[in-house]
């Protein structure tokens, strides 16, 4: 047995003790079909969720192309979530936002067998006019979550975030977006920036006024996970040859080999946010002292240190932190299914 497969039997969900924590609500923002990290990201949530870590609460995406809603779709439903609300990128059930090209891996919402059936089922249409937009998922998951409880991860663009605060009441919430936010959001981690000095980074770059405006208007605390984060913690590519087997068809290693075949070693920008989002207090991450970060005009990042800040950023890891949480993520991400 591999040192990843004996850490995956150690990862399979057990019963979850009564006087256990309650699960953390949490929306998953992602520009899913651009980097295979997201699917990643997305599939550790779930294993989360099957060790009563945390509830998914909606998933939204911000890439925007046909098929990217279909996929998250169909990975939550591969999971056993085929209820979790999905939403695009869109205006009135029309795709508006960054990237419309397909990418590597969201031809897999197409997949069929031999037979003709769907190699991941899923029931959300491929027609974005029958999809819900992404602002609307938002404001009713929030709506219905308790106040000061709901983690958001944004591991894409800021497109529908940026969107969301600007939103009017509606048959959802009687408050404002800012206010709905400010109400119900404990904390945003958000994968955006570089602050070691590169940049402009992709998702901020990618609509940076969207990223300026979130930067400069979100009334909770912030956790930015930058660039040089993932490009720390990179997904070791004999867990996607060797940890997947106990599923004939696997969402998460068909996306990978699809992405870049192993053995490439994908950083993991998405899975970074997400594990903090979900485990902030178990040491993971070192966070900086609270500050402010600001988005230039070409996109480049910047953090100010400030006793009064909103935000921290994750600080790199040490080379026995990034062991243990590559490890982590192996672990979770090839996690047997509940139920199967």
């Known amino acids: 047995m591999t040192t990843l497969a004996l850490a995956v039997s150690l990862f399979v969900p057990a019963a979850v003790p009564p006087d256990a924590p309650p699960p953390v609500p949490v929306i998953f923002d992602t520009d899913l079909g651009n980097d295979v990290d997201d699917a990643l990201a997305l599939g550790m949530l779930h294993a989360l969720a099957d060790r009563g870590e945390c ?42 936002g960054p990237t419309p090209a397909e990418g590597r891996f969201l031809k897999l919402a197409d997949a069929e067998n031999p037979d003709g059936s769907r190699r991941f089922p899923h029931d959300l249409s491929h027609d974005p006019a029958e999809v819900p937009d992404a602002v609307p998922v938002l404001r009713r998951a929030l709506a219905g979550a308790a106040d000061g409880s709901v983690s958001v991860v944004q591991v894409g663009f800021s497109t529908n ?41 992709y998702n901020v770059r990618e609509d940076r006024d969207a990223a300026a405006a979130l930067a400069e ?5 912030v956790v930015w996970s930058g660039y ?6 990179p997904y070791p590519p004999e867990s996607i040859e060797q940890d997947y087997r106990y599923a004939a068809a696997h969402p998460l290693p068909e996306s990978y080999r699809l992405y870049n075949p192993p053995p490439h070693a994908r950083p993991t920008w998405d899975l970074a946010a997400a ?13 900086s002292e609270p500050g ?11 953090f100010a240190p400030s006793a009064d800040g909103r935000d921290r950023i994750m600080l790199p890891p040490t080379e026995a932190e990034a062991a243990r949480v590559v490890a982590t993520f192996a672990a979770l991400c090839s996690q047997p299914l509940r139920g199967r």
Do not use: C, Q
């Open 228 to 233: 040089e984060i993932g490009v720390a913690l």
């Open 217 to 221: 208007g979100w009334p909770t605390p």
């Open 55 to 96: 509830e998914l609460l909606a998933v939204t995406t911000t890439k925007a192309h046909p098929l990217a809603a279909p996929f998250a779709d169909a990975i939550n439903t591969f999971y056993g979530r085929p209820d979790v609300p999905v939403g695009a990128v869109s205006t009135d059930r029309v795709l508006n």
């Open 292 to 302: 402010r970060v600001t988005i230039a005009a070409d996109g480049r990042t910047a």
């Open 161 to 201: 975030l940026a969107r969301l605060l600007r939103s009017e009441p509606d048959a959802h919430s009687p408050r404002s977006g800012r206010e709905l936010v400010a109400a119900k959001v404990k904390r945003l981690v958000v994968m955006a920036g570089d602050f070691a000095g590169g940049g402009p980074e």
């Open 275 to 287: 594990l903090y989002a979900v485990r902030p207090d178990r040491g993971d991450f070192r966070l």
